[in-house]
C-alpha cells in the first residue's frame, strides 16, 4: 500500500496512508489516538473533580453514585446558563463535553464513545471524527445553554452528534442499515432522557443538529485533506486550552 493511495484494498478506509504521515500518527493509535484521548482525558478530569472537593462527593441515586460537587465541576468547565451567562464562561462550551456527574455516568458514555467513534471514524475518516465531535459539542450545550438548563456535563451531547453524522453518513451514501441504526438509538436514548430525572435532552438534541450539520458540511462523499488533520489538532487543543481557562478563571 502506498502513501498515495486514496482507499485501503483490504477495509476500504479512506487515506489509509495519511499522506505519508501514517508512521507518526499511528503511534498515537488508532483514530489518530482520539478514542484514547477521550477516555483517559474524561477518566482523569473525573477523578480530579472528586480528589479537587471529596468533602462534596455525592452517593445518592443510581447515576448521582460518586457525584463530583457542584463547585469541583464549575471550577473544571461545567457548562449551563449560570456559567455563560451569569460568570461569563463561554468557553465552557467545548469543556462541559468532558467532565460527568457520576461512575454510572462516565461508564456508559465511555462506552458508547468505544461503540461509535471507530464506526464514525470508517465512515469520514479520522480527522473529520474530532471535527464533528468537537462541532457536535459546541451545539449541543449551546441549546443547553439558551433553554436555560443552569449547570450541565457529559459526553453524551458529542455522542449523540456521532449518532447525527451516522444517519447522515447512511442517508448520503446509501449505507441505510447503519443510518437508520444510528437514528433508532437516537431515539431511544431520548426518549430515556425524558423518563430519567436530570438528563439534559438539549444538550442531546443540539448535539445530534451539530452533527448533522457538520456531516452536511464535510461530506463522507469526499476524501480527507489537509486541512481537516489541521482542524481537528485545533479542536483538540481549543478544547485542552477551554479547560485550563476554567481552572484559571476559577480562581483569578
Given at each position: 500500500?502506498?502513501?498515495?493511495?486514496?482507499?485501503?484494498f483490504?477495509?476500504?478506509?479512506?487515506?489509509?496512508?495519511?499522506?505519508?504521515?501514517?508512521?507518526?500518527?499511528?503511534?498515537l493509535?488508532?483514530n489518530?489516538?482520539?478514542?484514547?484521548?477521550?477516555?483517559?482525558?474524561?477518566?482523569?478530569?473525573?477523578?480530579?473533580?472528586?480528589?479537587?472537593?471529596?468533602?462534596?462527593?455525592?452517593?445518592?441515586?443510581?447515576?448521582?453514585?460518586?457525584?463530583?460537587?457542584?463547585?469541583?465541576?464549575?471550577?473544571?468547565?461545567?457548562?449551563?446558563?449560570?456559567?455563560?451567562?451569569?460568570?461569563?464562561?463561554?468557553?465552557?462550551?467545548?469543556?462541559?463535553?468532558?467532565?460527568?456527574?457520576?461512575?454510572?455516568?462516565?461508564?456508559?458514555?465511555?462506552?458508547?464513545?468505544?461503540?461509535?467513534?471507530?464506526?464514525?471514524?470508517?465512515?469520514?475518516?479520522?480527522s473529520?471524527?474530532?471535527?464533528?465531535?468537537?462541532?457536535?459539542?459546541?451545539?449541543?450545550?449551546?441549546?443547553?445553554?439558551?433553554?436555560?438548563?443552569?449547570?450541565?456535563?457529559?459526553?453524551?451531547?458529542?455522542?449523540?452528534g456521532?449518532?447525527?453524522?451516522?444517519?447522515?453518513?447512511?442517508?448520503?451514501?446509501?449505507?441505510?442499515?447503519?443510518?437508520?441504526?444510528?437514528?433508532?438509538?437516537?431515539?431511544?436514548?431520548?426518549?430515556f432522557?425524558?423518563?430519567?430525572?436530570?438528563?439534559?435532552?438539549?444538550?442531546?438534541?443540539?448535539?445530534?443538529?451539530g452533527?448533522?450539520?457538520?456531516?452536511?458540511?464535510?461530506?463522507?462523499?469526499?476524501?480527507?485533506?489537509?486541512?481537516?488533520?489541521l482542524?481537528?489538532?485545533?479542536?483538540?487543543?481549543?478544547?485542552?486550552?477551554?479547560?485550563?481557562?476554567?481552572?484559571?478563571?476559577?480562581?483569578?
Amino acid at each position: 500500500m502506498g502513501v498515495n493511495d486514496d482507499v485501503c484494498f483490504n477495509c476500504g478506509a479512506r487515506n489509509p496512508g495519511l499522506w505519508g504521515y501514517a508512521p507518526l500518527l499511528r503511534k498515537l493509535g488508532y483514530n489518530l489516538g482520539f478514542v484514547q484521548i477521550i477516555t483517559w482525558g474524561c477518566v482523569a478530569l473525573y477523578v480530579v473533580t472528586l480528589l479537587f472537593d471529596p468533602a462534596g462527593i455525592r452517593t445518592g441515586g443510581a447515576f448521582a453514585f460518586l457525584a463530583p460537587s457542584t463547585e469541583s465541576l464549575l471550577i473544571f468547565g461545567a457548562s449551563g446558563s449560570i456559567p455563560v451567562f451569569m460568570l461569563g464562561r463561554w468557553w465552557t462550551l467545548l469543556s462541559a463535553g468532558w467532565l460527568h456527574g457520576g461512575l454510572l455516568h462516565i461508564f456508559f458514555n465511555l462506552l458508547w464513545v468505544r461503540q461509535l467513534a471507530p464506526v464514525t471514524a470508517s465512515l469520514y475518516g479520522s480527522s473529520r471524527l474530532v471535527i464533528i465531535y468537537t462541532v457536535a459539542t459546541i451545539t449541543g450545550f449551546t441549546f443547553s445553554t439558551l433553554a436555560g438548563v443552569g449547570i450541565t456535563i457529559g459526553a453524551s451531547a458529542p455522542l449523540f452528534g456521532l449518532f447525527g453524522a451516522l444517519f447522515w453518513a447512511g442517508r448520503k451514501t446509501g449505507s441505510s442499515e447503519v443510518g437508520q441504526q444510528a437514528l433508532m438509538y437516537a431515539i431511544i436514548l431520548l426518549i430515556f432522557g425524558f423518563l430519567w430525572p436530570n438528563v439534559d435532552n438539549f444538550a442531546h438534541i443540539g448535539g445530534f443538529v451539530g452533527g448533522v450539520l457538520a456531516a452536511v458540511w464535510l461530506n463522507p462523499l469526499k476524501e480527507e485533506n489537509y486541512s481537516h488533520l489541521l482542524l481537528a489538532l485545533v479542536c483538540v487543543a481549543a478544547t485542552a486550552i477551554s479547560i485550563v481557562m476554567s481552572v484559571l478563571f476559577a480562581f483569578i
